[in-house]
């Protein structure tokens, strides 16, 4: 399609979507899952047609800033950050909190805000906080018929925050991107641009890069939160008690997905099941220099590792690796940091007993998390014990845009590798 045939087409899809808007506004009423599924699909459709426009317009520059703020690699420079302009879907870097990037506009989204997150969810389980004066007025607003609460996002926004700071693959790098849309079109390059001269009057050759789309689609990851009855008569506990299992929670699946999701049915494919991630067997010539052929096979790709992840029984290894006179071999100066995290499993292989070492530049790895938070509480689940359950759903997904910036180590074993 032309750039022209393109707008026209983003015209068309709008307007279609206008008519469903106007016919909900006129009738007073909140849309059918049918108007809403057909709001959804169309704006998802215009917001590819977008992706697309702005990669003609830029010249598939992957660096490239197309209008309406919306950029190909869609983050700011270093020691920068602002709030988004009008319709910008931009990237957050790992310093950048989304409290900062959205902040509450009306003096009603200020008042949300405020509110204690402990404190509000209490109000839901039917137990008096102390001072949750405000949390039990706003409540009314955000629980529907079945029970359920919509966790305001003035509030999710420092929860989210607290698990970006967990997480050690956004810590590592990956950008975050707030979803507007249950659906969201990436441009992932799959075959690095490389250049060629061109002698006059004769063609140039083909450019080498390839440009391919990834999606993000938020799935639905729950979590349930057995919480004492007691605990909610503290108000001054409560609040960071039930953020920093819920952060805690979102982290660790954020780097789960991230790092070895499966792509099966709803969970996100991550970095180890890419098809297009180089995979190779560890070797016998020594742990370290696998890490070195990891990172040298990443820079002959143009690419450079800014952090390792690993399980932690392979740091536990090389923490306790010496050389021939006894004494503990540091790690080398030219290594990235190392980051060990359960979500490594030692489990992997026909024997089941190995594990993988993912080296990479882990801004190529885009989390998308859905401005939604819902929470059920579930009473009678645990009622022997004086506890309520919370069981939450929140949306997320994982995009890995260039998967040449990551390299695998496969069949680490525990004595690596004897």
Known sequence: MTPKEIKEKRADLLAE????ISKVE??????????RDKFNDLMYETNTLKIKLDGIEAGLNPTGTGKAGLSLDMMDGPGTSRTVRPGEIRLLR???KITDVYP????????IAELDLGKFLGCACGAEPKDSEAERRALGSYLDA?????????????VYDLARNKSYVIQSGAPTILMTTPKLMLPRLVTDVSGSWKVENEEADDATAVFGGVELQARTLFFWIPISKELFSDGALIGPTLERSIAEAT???????ALVGSGAGETPQGIYNDADVTQTAVSANGAWNDISD????????????????????SQNYLRKLKDGDGIYIKQPEWSPPLKATKQ???????GGDESIIISGDYTNVIIGLRNSLTIEVLKEVKAQRNQVVMMGALRMDVAIIRPAAFDVVTGVLSAWNA
């Open 17 to 20: 979507a206008e008519v469903i």
């Open 26 to 35: 006129a009738e007073k009423r909140q849309p059918t899952t049918e108007e």
């Open 94 to 96: 790992k310093d950048e």
């Open 104 to 111: 509450p506009k009306t003096k009603e989204e200020r008042q």
């Open 146 to 158: 079945s029970g359920s609460v919509t966790v305001p996002s003035g509030i999710l926004g420092s």
């Open 251 to 257: 982290a660790l699946e954020i780097d789960r997905c």
């Open 294 to 313: 990891s990172l040298y096979r990443l820079e002959n790709a143009n690419h450079s590792a800014n952090a390792i992840i690993l399980s932690p029984r």
């Open 344 to 350: 490594v499993l030692d489990t992997y292989g026909e």
